[in-house]
């Protein structure tokens, strides 16, 4: 099957994914790329085989350019315009935006075979099994990870991750995929995977299980473990859960389940190998080759390389460091740095780490006992994960070692350790509260050692750098991951990558779990090992392949994908006005004008009331008489020449309030060139009906004929303008 030119020479597929005799079947017309739309196609055909998709890879997975994101899309894709179609012609990317597209959810249009370029190529025959691979999150951001495997009418589905919003999402709690196609699938799901305990695979559980409360779920304890609380805390119902163990296997329908175990920041995560009809499937989860971590958190190298053996038809495998080079750094590394430091510091010492970080927390503790000190553990989450991994036997402590904050005051400095959350620069977590000398029991002083054990996570650099000079400031030392080895990654670099892929053997790589950076920098360092680029399908979330037994691969129609926004228990949509609002808000500020108006005059019957917040003006008192005035003018220049008006849904003149908005917003331009969010209310009262004996009385419906809205002819009656006008005062001191 395989080309003699193709440098790419693993035994990939072994034999019993082929059916000997059978041809495949080939259409004329059809087929994938001639790399027409690959930027660099003539090389992926040279690199192709005719028995391969010939340079089908990425470069079909790039005219689906329907997503919202489109520089996801765009990157993903060939050269600018090519689209929908395929071909360098077609309508570009945005082009095909459907009206689901523009509400901010990714639908991916179909790649027919019409659409691709005429290469006589891979076609699957319908008769042959196949395996389709539909990633629903993860792929084009490290978060929100959901991967579906569908096969022969079943689905499985792996990971329910969250991700957590950009500070231009402010009011937002979370992110998490949309889960309308496995909704619309919910029949054929035979179970959820959880590969680990991380929030980026499991923190969307909750929500899963309030659309599809069937699914059986499985994971290793802990893994299981850490999703009860998000569980209960979202109030979605219990999931049937099922215990694994790395090695054991599970069927589900036509799928043939092994969990393998991996190396990573945290406990009990595997790998995923499923055996299908067409082949199989590994799915890496997010791991590290620790070759010094103990043996039973140690990457299993040897299952990896018996699937390689008997055959991978395509692997999945974690691509967030493929831009770091060489090999991770052992936590046993971390853990010989901590000691260290431990013994070497004459005062207190405290850590900061990620409460999930288990496998740090063992060396802390380690380190703990050979410096003969005793350790304080704080912060919500890192007590209860301690709690719960020592329930559990994933963290042993033995008695004494860990105290409480009273014990630790009678010990010497020397002899503490204090292992806070707030590693990011949260601002509620223990350890900016120490920095702010808020923390009740911790009051940080000269002597005392602040370890940052963790990295950065891009965006809190400034917090995190906050922090230290607040702990300088209180004559601290602090050791950051720049200084000391004191941390290390849970994902593999480029090393651990290519070691991955030697021990595998794919026929079809597809990077995932990585901005759309590391999966093209993944690509090349399977490029850099000789595989072909045609064999490396750089797939974005909603897009939909199926690979077949005979080892080829087509695009289908994609599916539904995007985020839903999870605000405290409601979901939205990133596309809601709402937060726009909320930006322009926090950016400019808040006006509000209100005004009563006579309904028979049309006249203000007092100083339109002013409310101004977060806009910066040198004296506040100037600008809302100056915003009073102009609100004053308009009502009165709209009363004296209304003409024809159309009540809104208040009885109020629209056209009043839209002059009412024009007038006020060229105001705040023209002071001090800013556009605060704006808002209008006018109330129409009927004065001299509320004068009048039959008038309704208070708390009446007043939606009935007592109101009248429109005079025919409305009165203009000379009014004093306002004199001195105060924001906040009650109308009879502000009223004409
Ligand atoms: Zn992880
Ligand atoms: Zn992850």
């Given at each position: 099957m395989r080309s003699a030119a193709a440098p790419w020479t693993p035994r990939s597929v072994a034999p019993p994914f082929r059916i000997p005799g059978r041809g495949r079947r080939r259409r004329g017309a059809s087929g994938s790329a001639s790399c027409g739309v690959c930027p660099r196609g003539s090389a992926d055909g040279a690199a192709g085989s005719a028995d391969l998709p010939h340079g089908a890879g990425p470069a079909d997975f790039r005219g689906t350019g329907a997503s919202p994101r489109s520089s996801l899309a765009c990157g993903i894709?060939?050269?600018?315009g090519a689209g929908l179609t395929g071909t360098r012609d077609g309508p570009g990317p945005r082009a095909g935006r459907t009206p689901a597209a523009r509400k901010g959810f990714k639908t991916v249009t179909q790649v027919t075979d019409e659409q691709t370029p005429a290469e006589p190529a891979a076609i699957p025959a319908e008769d042959e099994p196949q395996l389709e691979i539909i990633p629903l999150g993860g792929l084009g951001e490290i978060g929100m990870n959901c991967m579906?495997?569908?096969?022969?009418?079943?689905?499985?589905?792996?990971?329910?991750?969250?991700?957590?919003?950009?500070?231009?999402?402010?009011?937002?709690?979370?992110?998490?995929?949309?889960?309308?196609?496995?909704?619309?699938?919910?029949?054929?799901?035979?179970?959820?995977?959880l590969t680990h305990g991380h929030e980026d695979h499991i923190g969307a559980l909750p929500f899963l299980m309030r659309e599809i409360p069937r699914i059986p779920v499985f994971g290793t304890r802990l893994t299981l473990e850490f999703?009860?609380?998000?569980?209960?805390?979202?109030?979605?119902?219990?999931?049937?859960?099922?215990?694994?163990?790395?090695?054991?296997?599970?069927?589900?329908?036509?799928?043939?389940?092994?969990?393998?175990?991996?190396?990573?920041?945290?406990?009990?995560?595997?790998?995923?190998?499923?055996?299908?009809?067409?082949?199989?499937?590994?799915?890496?989860?997010?791991?590290?080759?620790?070759?010094?971590?103990?043996?039973?958190?140690?990457?299993?190298?040897?299952?990896?390389?018996?699937?390689?053996?008997?055959?991978v038809l395509a692997l999945l495998s974690d691509s967030t460091n493929s831009d770091v080079p060489g090999h991770?750094?052992?936590?046993?590394?971390?853990?010989?740095?901590?000691?260290?430091?431990?013994?070497?510091?004459?005062?207190?010492?405290?850590?900061?780490?990620?409460?999930?970080?288990?496998?740090r927390i063992r060396e802390i503790v380690k380190a703990a006992i050979a410096s003969e000190r005793r350790i304080v553990f704080t912060g919500r989450s890192m007590t209860g994960n301690v709690a719960l991994a020592q329930e559990l036997g994933y963290l042993d402590i033995p008695p004494g070692i860990e105290i409480d904050f009273e014990t630790a005051d009678a010990c010497e400095d020397r002899e503490v350790v204090i292992v806070a959350t707030g590693s990011q620069g949260e601002p509620m977590a223990a350890l900016a509260r120490m920095a702010a000398g808020e923390h009740r029991q911790v009051e940080v002083r000269g002597g005392d050692t602040i370890i940052f054990s963790a990295r950065a996570i891009p965006g809190n650099e400034t917090?995190?750098?906050?922090?230290?000079?607040?702990?300088?400031?209180?004559?601290?030392?602090?050791?950051?991951?720049?200084?000391?080895?004191?941390?290390a990654s849970g994902h593999g670099h480029i090393d651990e990558l290519k070691l991955m892929l030697s021990l595998t053997r794919p026929h079809y790589l597809i990077p995932v779990h990585g901005e759309l950076r590391h999966l093209?920098?993944?690509?090349?360092?399977?490029?850099?090992?000789?595989?072909?680029?045609?064999?490396?399908l750089l797939m974005a979330d909603g897009q939909r392949v199926a690979l077949s037994r005979d080892r080829s691969y087509r695009m289908m129609k994609g599916v539904r994908t995007g985020r839903r926004l999870v605000e405290g228990r409601?979901?939205?949509?990133?596309?809601?006005?709402?937060?726009?609002?909320?930006?322009?808000?926090?950016?400019?500020?808040?006006?509000?004008?209100?005004?009563?108006?006579?309904?028979?005059t049309l006249m203000p019957l007092a100083a339109p009331s002013v409310s101004i917040q977060g806009v910066r003006y040198a004296d506040e008192q100037d600008l809302t008489m100056a915003v009073q005035e102009a609100a004053w003018d308009s009502c009165a220049e709209f009363a004296r020449s209304p003409g024809s008006w159309t009540p809104g849904p208040s009885g109020e003149p629209e056209e009043l309030v839209r002059k009412l908005q024009s007038d006020v917003k060229s105001l705040f331009r023209l002071h001090i060139s800013r556009k605060p969010v704006l808002i209008v209310q006018i109330s129409m009262?009927?004065?001299?009906?509320?004068?009048?004996?039959?008038?309704?009385?208070?708390?009446?419906?007043?939606?009935?004929s007592w109101r009248r809205r429109a005079p025919a002819e409305p009165a203009w009656r000379p009014q004093e303008r306002p004199g001195t006008l105060r924001t906040g005062r009650g109308p009879e001191e502000n009223g004409p």
């Open positions: 894709g060939p050269a600018p579906v495997l569908a096969c022969q009418g079943s689905m499985i589905v792996i990971d329910a991750g969250l991700m957590f919003p950009k500070p231009d999402q402010p009011g937002v709690d979370l992110l998490i995929p949309d889960f309308s196609f496995l909704k619309a699938n919910e029949d054929k799901i035979l179970g959820l995977v999703t009860r609380d998000r569980i209960q805390e979202q109030r979605a119902p219990m999931p049937e859960y099922r215990e694994i163990r790395p090695r054991s296997n599970v069927t589900l329908g036509p799928f043939q389940l092994e969990f393998i175990k991996v190396s990573h920041s945290i406990l009990d995560g595997v790998a995923l190998a499923a055996r299908t009809p067409a082949g199989t499937v590994v799915h890496t989860g997010d791991f590290k080759m620790d070759l010094s971590a103990a043996e039973e958190d140690r990457t299993d190298l040897f299952k990896f390389a018996s699937y390689g053996e008997e055959g991770s750094v052992s936590e046993k590394e971390v853990g010989r740095t901590l000691c260290r430091l431990f013994k070497d510091s004459p005062g207190r010492i405290i850590v900061a780490c990620f409460a999930s970080s288990l496998t917090a995190i750098g906050e922090l230290m000079n607040l702990f300088r400031h209180l004559g601290a030392k602090v050791v950051d991951p720049h200084a000391e080895v004191i941390h093209h920098r993944h690509r090349e360092i399977a490029e850099e090992l000789g595989m072909p680029r045609s064999r490396i409601r979901l939205g949509s990133p596309a809601d006005p709402v937060l726009k609002e909320r930006r322009r808000l926090s950016e400019f500020g808040i006006v509000c004008v209100s005004a009563s108006l006579d309904s028979r009262l009927d004065v001299e009906a509320l004068a009048a004996p039959e008038a309704p009385p208070l708390g009446a419906d007043l939606s009935g």
